[in-house]
């Protein structure tokens, strides 16, 4: 086995709330992070920032980062535009010959600057957000493969729902079940290694491109746990998940949520519903293409300083869904694993 690519993380000003993409490579993939880029925090290490981290060095700017083969942008701002502030870290990766990972809707390998200073030293930039040419429309033949399709379903974007579904591989390997992961975003494709962005898609697709890798893993797996995107109710993203609902013909739906959000992030004029009420939406929308039913919650409690308080946050969340839920990066989810897979 080759040692894991050295790559620094990008985050600024972002890290660690609003850098999950950040955050999950540093928590589940197979990189060994060497810095985390971020301007507002140097001399810190990420492990300050969240005890779930591990304890990897922040540093203001990527001349100040360690020898490293990669550069990876952690964060994707509300229409994954890039930010002229990153150019100087970009430029000088790339002069140090350091390849390029980005999830961003704009496209690296399409920046002139980029594009010349790759070519000058023989470095690669992978934009995974990018799908290929070959993606089409849904046939509707999700259902047909022989493992139970389990997908995660939100009250908003950025709630966890990526972290909430690689918990539940972990659980359900250790468990002895044979579980796949099926990314659907760019975070996940990061760790995963494959995957189709499917909120890059024409809109016709994005069932499509979600049934193609089920389509591709379901007779592996027993279970196949598909990232979920976005929610039903977001005023921007709720027809990426319709489309991952649909393509996926989920067996079995788990909703996650945020403790303490009561607003749309970023459209903080949109009040989320009661929490009670995305059974019933989730439910009834599923039911026309297949029926899914919501067997479990999964509730984000980082912003719950107290364990108490958050143990008492999750058993609420889960009264009030009528099912059972964890937090399953502080409180662990293979009890819950046993009870509903």
Known sequence: MTDPQRVVVLAHEKFPDRAKTATGVLKYADYDVVA?????????????????????PVVASMADAPDADALLVGISPIGGAFDETWRDDVRTALERGCDLISGLHYFLAEDEEFARLADEHGCDINDVRKPHDDLGVAQGKSADVDAEVVLTVGTDCSVGKMTATLELVEAARERGIDAGFIPTGQTGIMIAGWGNPVDRVVSDFTAGAVEEMILEKGDEHDVLFVEGQGSIVHPAYSAVTCGILHGS?????VLCHEATREAIHG???FALPELSEYVSLYENLADPVHEADVVAGMLNTSHVDDDVEAAEAVDAFADELGVPAVDPVRFGSADLIDEVF
């Open 249 to 253: 013909m989920a067996d079995k739906l």
């Open 267 to 269: 459209y903080e004029e």
């Open 36 to 56: 985390v880029l971020d301007r507002d925090n140097p001399g810190t290490s990420a492990a300050d920032h969240r005890r779930d981290l591990p304890d990897v």
